[in-house]
C-alpha cells in the first residue's frame, strides 16, 4: 500500500511485560489490563490488528508466582490464575482487587461479560431500542475485548487473516474507573482523531432529487432566514440513478447527473463560496459498471473487457481495485470540490478474505485516503466494530420517524462512549415512515442541537422535508433559535474536540462516568454530562396536556446546578423530575461552569474562530476553561498550531480572561467579550480594566433569569482583562412566585385552583406548606409534578 494508506503502530509490547510457556502468553499491559493469548503451536501475534494497534506501555509492577502446573499474576488492580492447561473456565480466572462486588468481579475464561453495553452497528429501520454490543465498562469492574478474530495489519498497511486456532483476548479490571479505563483503551486502539472545526455546525442532509438551482434557492433561503450551516450534505440523486437495468439498479454510481447538475464544480464552488463544506452520499457495492464516465479507465486498470462492457465488480479485498477505486472514481471528485464521502454501505460484512468485513476496509482506508490533500481528514460512514473510533463521523442509519426512535437515541449516543465512539450523527428527526407531529420534529431538533453531530435529515418524501418554515409557527421559531445556538456552541465544541482527541475525554459520557459510586447515575440512560461544563437532559415524551409541559426524570449530581435558559437554580445530589414547556429541555450548567460560544448578534455562517466572543459564567466556585483554537483544518494535529485563552475564575469576586498565548496567528488581534453571570444580582460595583486599566462597558441585568450581562468592547487578545467585583455579589434564590404563575398560566386546570395556588404564594407561605397544600387539591400527577419541582428546586 502506498505510504499515504499506513497507520503507525507497535505492535510489540515490552519484554519485560510478558510470561510466556510453551503455549501460552501472558502481557502485563498495565496494573488493570492483561492480555491472555493462547496457541497451539506456539507462535504467537506480535503484530498490530484492525483493532489493536498500540501495546507498547510503560510496564507496571506485578509478582508473578509459579510451579509446575500453576501460574499466578498479580498486580495491585487485579489477580490471574492459570493451571497451564488449555484455556478453560475453570482453569483459567482473572479477578478484580477491591471492594467491587462481592462475588461479580471475578471472570473466568468463555463467560459472558456483564458490563454497561457499548454501541451497535446501525439503526437502520429502528423504531425504538435494540439491542447493544458489549463495551469494556462495567459496574463490576471489568471488561472483555476479544481480538482473537481481528485481522493481522502488515507492515506494508494490508491485511491478512491471522491463525484460527489462537485466542486473545485483553482482560480490563478498571474496577468503576471507567475514565481510566477508556483512556487506556484509546492507547491500546489508537486515540480518537480531532475533527474539523467546520463538522460541528450543522449538516444538511436530505434524500431528494435536488437539481442545482434548487439547491442554490434553498441555501440561499437558509441565509436570509439566518439559519446557519457548515456542511451540506449531497445525497444519492447527484449522480445517474435511472440507469439501463442490464447496468444494476443505479443504487451504486460515480458519474454527475448533468440534467440535474450540469456543472458540478461551478456547484461545488458556489457551495464554498457560501461558506458549506459538501459530502456525496456513495454506495460502493455495485462496483463500476459501462455506463460510468470513468468505466473505461476502471476497466483497464482492473483488466476488463470495456469494449464487452465486462462489469469491474466492487472488491475491497484486492490492492489494485482499492488503488483504482479512489483513483478515478474519488479524486477527480474532490479535485473539484468534494471534501468528504458518505459512505454507505449496507451489503453485510463478508468479502474474499475470511472474516474480513468490507465496511471495516472501505472506513479504513477512504478516512487514511482523505488526508492527501494536506486537510484534516473525515469519513462518514456507520460502525464497523471496536477500534471504530478512529474512522469518524459515524453514521448510525436510517431510522423510523417515531417518539420511540427519539426516546432511544440520547441512551444510544451517550452509551457508545463505553466502546470510544464519541462522534455518533444520527439521521435528526429521523428517516422515514413514521407520521407528522411537529412536537417531536422539535424535541428531536434540541437533543440533535445537544448530541455530537447535528444533522438533520429526511426522506424524499415530500411530506418529510425539515425546513423550519414546513412547520407551526412556534415550533419554526424554536427550531431557529436552536440551530443557531448550535453554531453559537462551535467554540465550547472544538474545545471538547480537543479534548476528545488528546485526553480521551468523548464529547459526551453517560453520567456515571464522573459519580461511579452513585447507583441515581445508572438510572437516567437519556441523561448525559455534555463536555466539562454542562448536562443535558433531553425530553423524549409528548407533552402532558394538563400541565402543558413534558417531563424528563435527571439525576442531578452534588452542588448547585444552573438552567442555561431559564436560569432556575437547583440544589444537587438527588433525582427530580425536571417539567418543560416545548420552548426547551433541560441544560444544566454547574457550580463555576464557563461556556464560551461565539456571539451570533451579527448572523454569520463562518466557522472561523469568532472575534465576537459570548461566554456564559456560573458563580459559586473555582474554575478554568482553556479555550482551544487551532485553524480547524490542518492534516496534522501538532501542539504549535494551538492557540490558548485561558477564562478562570480566580475567587468569588474575581474573573480574569488571560491573555491569549501559543500560535496567535490563527485568532483575531482583537476581540469583543459579551460576559453573561448567572444567578447574582444587579451590582453597581463591578469594574473591568484591561492591561491593568480600568475602562467603560455596558451592563444589561435580566431580572426574570437572574442574570448580569456585561459588554467589553474590542480589546487586544494578548491583555488580560479582569472583571472584579469590589463588594462582591449577593446570589439570588429562584423567583419561586413568579416561576410557579408562570406554570400556573399554561396549565389547563380550572382557573379556581390556579388562583388559591397563587394566592399561596404570594401570602409568603413556605415552599414546604404550599407543597402539602396542594397535595391534598387532587390536582393531575402532571400539574402537581411541575409545581413540585420548583417548589423542591
Not at 194 to 201: E, F, K, M, N, T
Not at 487 to 513: C, F, K, V, W
Not at 567 to 594: F, H, N, Q, T
Not at 768 to 776: D, M, N, P, R
Amino acid at each position: 500500500m502506498e505510504e499515504l494508506c499506513r497507520i503507525k503502530t507497535e505492535g510489540h509490547a515490552e519484554d519485560a511485560a510478558i510470561i510466556q510457556g510453551e503455549k501460552y502468553r501472558f502481557t502485563v499491559l498495565t496494573e488493570e489490563m492483561i492480555r491472555l493469548e493462547y496457541c497451539e503451536d506456539g507462535k504467537f501475534e506480535d503484530r498490530a490488528t484492525q483493532c489493536v494497534i498500540d501495546r507498547k506501555f510503560k510496564v507496571p509492577e506485578y509478582q508473578v508466582i509459579e510451579n509446575e502446573e500453576s501460574l499466578e499474576i498479580i498486580t495491585d488492580k487485579i489477580h490471574l490464575v492459570y493451571n497451564k492447561q488449555k484455556f478453560t473456565d475453570y482453569g483459567l480466572s482473572v479477578q478484580v482487587r477491591g471492594n467491587i462486588s462481592v462475588y461479580h468481579s471475578i471472570w473466568h475464561f468463555g463467560e459472558e461479560a456483564t458490563d454497561l453495553r457499548g454501541t451497535a452497528r446501525t439503526l437502520d429501520e429502528a423504531d425504538g431500542a435494540i439491542e447493544l454490543e458489549h463495551g469494556i465498562i462495567s459496574r463490576f469492574g471489568y471488561g472483555i475485548l476479544d481480538d482473537s478474530r481481528s485481522l493481522v495489519i502488515t507492515e506494508d498497511g494490508w491485511v491478512e487473516p491471522r491463525k484460527e486456532d489462537c485466542i486473545d483476548i485483553y482482560f480490563l479490571g478498571y474496577g468503576h474507573e471507567y475514565e481510566h479505563c477508556l483512556k487506556d483503551y484509546y492507547h491500546l486502539t489508537g486515540k480518537t482523531p480531532l475533527l474539523p472545526r467546520y463538522a460541528l455546525g450543522n449538516w444538511w442532509s436530505r434524500f431528494y432529487r435536488y437539481n442545482d438551482q434548487e439547491y442554490k434557492a434553498l441555501m440561499t433561503r437558509f441565509e436570509k432566514e439566518e439559519i446557519p450551516f457548515s456542511v451540506s450534505v449531497i445525497d444519492m440523486d447527484w449522480h445517474l440513478v435511472d440507469i439501463d437495468p442490464k447496468y444494476g439498479s443505479g443504487w451504486t454510481g460515480y458519474t454527475w447527473n448533468k440534467e440535474l447538475f450540469p456543472d458540478p464544480k461551478e456547484f461545488m464552488t458556489w457551495l464554498h463560496d457560501h461558506g458549506l463544506k459538501v459530502t456525496l452520499n456513495v454506495h460502493p457495492a455495485g462496483g463500476v459498471q459501462a455506463h460510468e464516465e470513468k468505466y473505461k479507465e476502471m476497466a483497464e486498470a482492473m483488466g476488463r473487457d470495456w469494449e464487452k462492457e465486462e462489469p469491474v465488480n466492487f472488491d475491497v479485498t484486492d490492492q489494485k481495485f482499492l488503488k483504482a477505486y479512489f483513483e478515478y472514481l474519488h479524486h477527480p471528485n474532490e479535485e473539484e470540490g468534494v471534501d468528504f464521502w458518505w459512505l454507505d454501505w449496507q451489503q453485510g460484512g463478508l468479502s474474499k478474505i475470511p472474516g474480513l468485513d468490507p465496511l471495516w476496509m472501505l472506513n479504513h482506508y477512504h478516512y487514511l485516503d482523505s488526508g492527501r490533500r494536506g486537510k484534516r481528514r473525515l469519513t462518514f460512514s456507520r460502525y464497523a466494530g471496536m477500534g471504530s473510533h478512529r474512522y469518524p463521523v459515524g453514521f448510525s442509519g436510517d431510522t423510523i420517524i417515531s417518539w420511540e426512535s427519539l426516546a432511544f437515541q440520547p441512551y444510544f449516543t451517550a452509551n457508545a462512549s463505553n466502546v470510544g465512539y464519541g462522534w455518533w450523527s444520527h439521521d435528526i428527526g429521523g428517516h422515514m415512515k413514521g407520521y407528522r407531529d411537529e412536537e417531536l420534529s422539535t424535541r428531536w431538533i434540541q437533543f440533535g442541537v445537544f448530541s455530537p453531530i447535528m444533522r438533520l435529515h429526511s426522506s424524499n418524501s415530500a411530506f418529510t422535508g425539515k425546513e423550519p418554515w414546513n412547520y407551526n409557527a412556534v415550533s419554526e421559531n424554536i427550531m431557529k433559535r436552536y440551530l443557531k445556538l448550535r453554531h453559537e456552541m462551535i467554540p465550547y465544541l472544538y474545545t471538547m474536540n480537543y479534548h476528545a482527541s488528546h485526553d480521551g475525554q468523548p464529547l459526551i459520557r453517560p453520567m456515571y462516568y464522573l459519580e461511579p459510586e452513585q447507583p441515581e447515575a445508572y438510572e437516567v440512560p437519556n441523561e448525559y454530562y455534555f463536555g466539562t461544563e454542562l448536562v443535558v437532559c433531553p425530553i423524549t415524551e409528548p407533552t402532558d396536556k394538563a400541565a402543558g409541559t413534558a417531563c424528563v426524570k435527571a439525576w442531578i449530581p452534588e452542588g448547585k446546578w444552573y438552567d442555561i435558559f431559564s436560569g432556575l437554580k437547583y440544589d444537587g445530589g438527588r433525582m427530580l423530575e425536571l417539567y418543560r414547556s416545548l420552548e426547551d429541555i433541560p441544560v444544566l450548567a454547574k457550580e463555576g461552569a464557563i461556556i464560551p460560544l461565539t456571539d451570533l448578534t451579527e448572523y454569520t455562517n463562518s466557522v472561523e474562530n469568532p472575534k465576537e466572543l459570548a461566554v456564559k459564567i456560573v458563580p459559586g466556585k473555582k474554575n478554568a476553561f482553556i479555550l482551544m483554537e487551532d485553524t480547524g483544518d490542518t492534516c496534522e494535529d501538532k501542539e504549535e498550531n494551538w492557540a490558548q485563552t485561558k477564562l478562570e475564575w480566580i475567587n468569588e469576586n474575581e474573573f480574569i480572561i488571560h491573555p491569549a498565548n501559543g500560535n496567535l496567528d490563527v485568532i483575531p488581534k482583537r476581540r469583543t467579550w459579551k460576559m453573561e453571570f448567572y444567578g447574582i444580582a444587579d451590582v453597581d460595583n463591578l469594574e473591568v480594566t484591561v492591561g491593568g486599566k480600568a475602562i467603560e462597558t455596558e451592563r444589561i441585568y435580566d431580572e426574570k433569569r437572574h442574570i448580569c450581562q456585561v459588554n467589553i468592547p474590542e480589546t487586544e487578545v494578548t491583555e488580560q482583562i479582569t472583571i472584579s467585583f469590589s463588594k462582591g455579589y449577593l446570589l439570588r434564590e429562584n423567583n419561586k412566585p413568579a416561576e410557579i404563575f408562570a406554570l400556573l398560566y399554561q396549565a389547563k386546570i380550572e382557573y379556581e385552583v390556579k388562583e388559591k395556588i397563587y394566592a399561596y404564594m404570594k401570602e409568603g407561605k413556605t415552599s414546604s406548606e404550599v407543597l402539602g397544600i396542594i397535595q391534598a387539591m387532587h390536582l393531575p400527577d402532571s400539574v402537581y409534578g411541575m409545581l413540585s419541582e420548583v417548589l423542591l428546586a
